[in-house]
């Protein structure tokens, strides 16, 4: 068998594996936090606990910068003071 042949099919795979393993497919919720309220428009692109609408699962998969649809954990009371270059935060899904 031709070393650099299984080598390279070893890497093939590997990579594979992680492109799977770190699939928005697999995105799941952040677990709840009490205390905290869920703020809609304020997470970067990929960075939101959840809800992200259509075209999405969950977790990290935010399309877009302050997505009116994706929301965030935040201290309680303190979404709807949040300013974003899209405006505030919200605790209710924004209509983009």
């Known amino acids: 068998m031709n070393t650099k042949i299984t080598a390279t099919a070893l890497a093939g795979s590997f990579a594979a ?7 928005p497919a697999m995105a799941e919720p952040v677990a709840p936090q ?6 809609y428009g304020i997470s970067l692109a ?9 075209g ?6 935010s399309k877009v910068d302050y997505q ?3 929301w965030k954990y935040v ?3 303190t979404c709807t003071t949040m300013k974003t270059p899209k405006g505030m935060g919200s605790l ?5």
């Open 92 to 96: 209710t899904p924004i209509k983009s």
């Open 34 to 39: 009490p205390g905290k309220d869920k703020c």
């Open 46 to 54: 990929g960075k939101n606990d959840c809800a992200a609408g259509p």
């Open 75 to 77: 201290e309680k009371g």
């Open 17 to 23: 594996a992680l492109a799977i393993a770190a699939s």
């Open 68 to 70: 009116g649809n994706a």
């Open 56 to 61: 999405t699962t969950c977790a990290g998969t």
